[in-house]
Structure formats: structure tokens, C-alpha cells
């Protein structure tokens, strides 16, 4: 069974993000999209990697976005505990 949805946890932004207006804009759209298992460029095996995470509830799920023609990382980390979390950031950050 294909997951659709999971919790984002506690959400937070790096300063990178926030620093640029055009992708601070879109984080509630990117969100959405990463919440609804839309992954956006990440190649097959990584979006099977995702998929696993959320059926067995662990580890975590990667999405990559292109916004103005940057690259934009959204990380949900600790599925399956108490301590889900999500972070919008650039690569760099990484």
C-alpha cells in the first residue's frame, strides 16, 4: 500500500531559506508537496528509499525542488517516534 500523507513533525526553515524571498515564499507549497509523498527531483531509488521509510515508520524521507532555479532540500527526520521533524534548506546547508 502506497503511503500518501505523513506528519511533518515540528517544521523549521535554515536561515538560507529565509533569507531568500523567493523560496521563503514557496516553503508552504514545497511542504505541501513533500507532506503528500510528491518528492519532486529525486531519482527512483531515493523516492523507493522514502517510500519504505514511511511504510516501516523509520528513518526518513528526502524531497529536492527546483525554486527559481535553485535547489531547495526538504528533510523529514525520525519517523515512527515522538520527535518527527521537518527542515526546509539549501544544499549548502546540508
Known amino acids: 500500500m ?11 526553515v535554515t536561515m538560507g531559506v529565509k533569507l531568500d524571498d523567493g ?7 514545497i511542504l505541501r508537496r513533500h507532506r503528500n509523498c510528491d518528492y519532486g527531483d ?3 531509488e531515493d523516492a523507493a ?9 523509520s528513518g526518513r524521507v528526502v524531497s529536492s525542488y527546483r525554486v527559481q532555479a535553485k535547489k ?3 528533510i523529514t527526520d525520525g519517523l515512527g517516534t515522538d520527535d518527527v ?4 534548506l ?3 546547508e546540508y
Not at 49 to 57: E, Q
Not at 85 to 88: D, E, G, K, L
Open 90 to 92: 539549501l544544499p549548502k
Open 72 to 74: 531547495v532540500l526538504v
Open 2 to 12: 502506497k503511503i500518501t500523507k505523513f506528519d511533518l513533525g515540528f517544521m523549521s
Open 85 to 88: 521533524s521537518t527542515m526546509v
Open 23 to 29: 523560496i521563503f515564499s514557496r516553503v508552504p507549497s
Open 42 to 44: 529525486i531519482p527512483k
Open 49 to 57: 528509499a522514502n517510500d519504505f521509510a514511511l511504510r516501516s515508520l
